[in-house]
């Protein structure tokens, strides 16, 4: 049943553009999608960022591996290496304390009318991700694969049923929140 | 109900448990997870395209992330729209040139931002690519599915997020 919707392309473009809509009105009525919003998160004067992260985080890693359980999801994780992860991930926070928004947020942006989201920012990532696809040959050769160490997950690095990591993650998202909110941030 | 979409901001706590239920229902009725950067690098390929043509597919990295209309990209298309809708909804829609915190700390001549948006969009877009995700494919779908890549992604993330934003208030 699920594999015969999986296989659907037509169906599957729908239903991409209708999780789409829900996640940027969830955006946008979070606050994630204003550049103020997100430059505070960066300045750490404002936790709105990362309450939303965190949170959805909590909720998906319960919902998600109780699918899993059940039989009706399997995980994707992605690959990593030091080489990709970090040094990419530096460079993207490089971007992200400039442009202040993020690929998501950036779509966000654009549609609750931020010019320099749409004149700016998705400009420039599409001019980015231009610049890389014409180096990846060449990164991907000296230094992609660097300290590689694969599609990974903390269940299968300590060896222990997934559920042994999930609920820990839980708990610890709710006491990094609790904090945040009694110091008021 | 009515009120409640009309409602400038809902808790952040409300907005992302929907985020992680709908994480939950991209795994179950597309087996993916939420991403948003490929589209971006599909979008530049296809753009490429219109003026190099065919070649352009050729390119290694085009053979693994085709130029062409996914789940992904409509992912993203549909994220203007809802942004739009809920803007629409709260009467926040409009056209805005700077936003408020950046016009305090560097003025409000819209070409310096939109520059600086260019310019932080290019790292941006090299270092989604680079890492392979960005704040939701890394951020939110991979830290929830426990993977090592997406802890360490996020983590730099804001690393280099917090240092860079900090160095451009403090310094300017």
């Not at chain 2, 693994?64 to 809708?85: N, Q, R």
Request: net charge positive.
């Amino acid at each position: 049943m699920l594999k015969a919707i999986h296989a659907r392309k037509g169906v599957q473009l729908g239903i991409g553009l209708a999780v789409g809509v829900l996640f940027g009105f969830l955006l946008q009525k979070g606050g994630v999608t204003k550049y103020d919003v997100i430059i505070a998160q960066l300045l750490l004067t404002d936790f709105t960022v990362v309450k939303v992260m965190l949170t959805a985080t909590a909720a998906g890693t319960i919902g998600v591996h109780l699918l899993r359980s059940l039989g009706l999801a399997e995980l994707h994780p992605k690959p990593g290496s030091l080489g990709s992860t970090a040094v990419g991930g530096l460079i993207f926070g490089v971007g992200f304390g400039i442009l202040g928004y993020c690929p998501g947020t950036v779509a966000g942006a654009v549609g609750q009318g931020s010019l320099d989201a749409l004149l700016g920012g998705v400009a420039g990532i599409l001019l980015g991700a231009g610049v890389f696809s014409e180096l990846f040959p060449k990164l991907n050769e000296k230094i992609l694969n660097k300290g590689h160490f694969g599609e990974i997950t903390w269940p299968q690095v300590l060896k222990v049923n997934s559920w042994a990591v999930v609920f820990p993650v839980a708990v610890g998202v709710l006491g990094i929140l609790v904090l945040l909110e009694r110091a008021g941030l | 109900m009515v009120e409640w979409l009309a409602m400038k901001t809902w808790s952040p706590y409300a907005v992302g448990i929907g985020i992680g239920l709908l994480s939950c229902v991209t795994f179950l009725l597309s087996d993916k997870p939420i991403g948003c950067s490929t589209a971006f690098a599909r979008t530049s390929g296809m753009i490429e395209r219109l003026f190099r043509g065919g070649k352009v597919a050729e390119k290694a990295y085009y053979k693994k992330f085709a130029p062409e209309i996914d789940w992904e990209w409509m992912l993203v298309a549909g994220v203007i729209a809802g942004a739009f809708l809920s803007a629409a909804f709260s009467g926040e829609l409009r056209w805005e040139w700077v936003p408020a915190k950046w016009a305090a700390a560097f003025g409000e001549q819209p070409f310096t931002r939109w520059w600086a948006a260019l310019a932080g969009g290019v790292f941006m877009g090299i270092g989604a690519r680079w890492a392979g995700g960005c704040t939701s494919g890394h951020g939110i779908s991979g830290t929830l599915q426990l993977a090592l890549s997406s802890w360490l992604a996020v983590t730099c993330f804001f690393i280099g997020g917090v240092a860079t934003a900090m160095l451009l208030f403090k310094a300017f």
